[in-house]
Nanobody, 127 residues
Framework: VQLQASGGGLVQAGGSLRLSCAASARTFSTYNMGWFRQAPGKEREFVGVISRGGSTTYYRDSVKGSFTISRDNAKNTVYLQMNTLKPEDTAVYYC?????????????????????WGQGTQVTVSS
């Protein structure tokens, strides 16, 4: 599956952005979808993941309550709504897909692994 992330940009601290990730696969609903980010000079880190049907999500602790992942399987798209952004959220954001079970996907994605990766979109939060 090919993944195309978009929606990044420059935003002031406290602002919001919504990222989108469009998938090419007609079997999009069979993938658990995750978001990752990589800040300058740092390793890529897991942000969150959503289950195939969209009923279950799992996030890294630092974004709980401010970031929300959702998906529209009819549009083959997963979203990352980011609210109350902070300068430390500045990073290139990536989407990724996994065919494993949701529990296995959490285990692999929290270890920076996925079956498919999209290109990144830059998010810059100014103070």
């Amino acid at each position: 599956v090919q993944l195309q992330a978009s929606g990044g940009g420059l935003v002031q601290a406290g602002g919001s952005l919504r990222l989108s990730c469009a998938a090419s696969a007609r079997t999009f609903s069979t993938y658990n979808m995750g978001w990752f980010r990589q800040a300058p000079g740092k390793e890529r880190e897991f942000v969150g993941v959503i289950s195939r049907g969209g009923s279950t999500t799992y996030y890294r602790d630092s974004v709980k309550g401010s970031f929300t992942i959702s998906r529209d399987n009819a549009k083959n798209t997963v979203y990352l709504q980011m609210n109350t952004l902070k300068p430390e959220d500045t990073a290139v954001y990536y989407c990724a897909a996994s065919l494993s079970s949701f529990s296995d996907t959490i285990a692999t994605m929290t270890n920076q692994r996925a079956d498919y990766w999209g290109q990144g979109t830059q998010v810059t939060v100014s103070s």
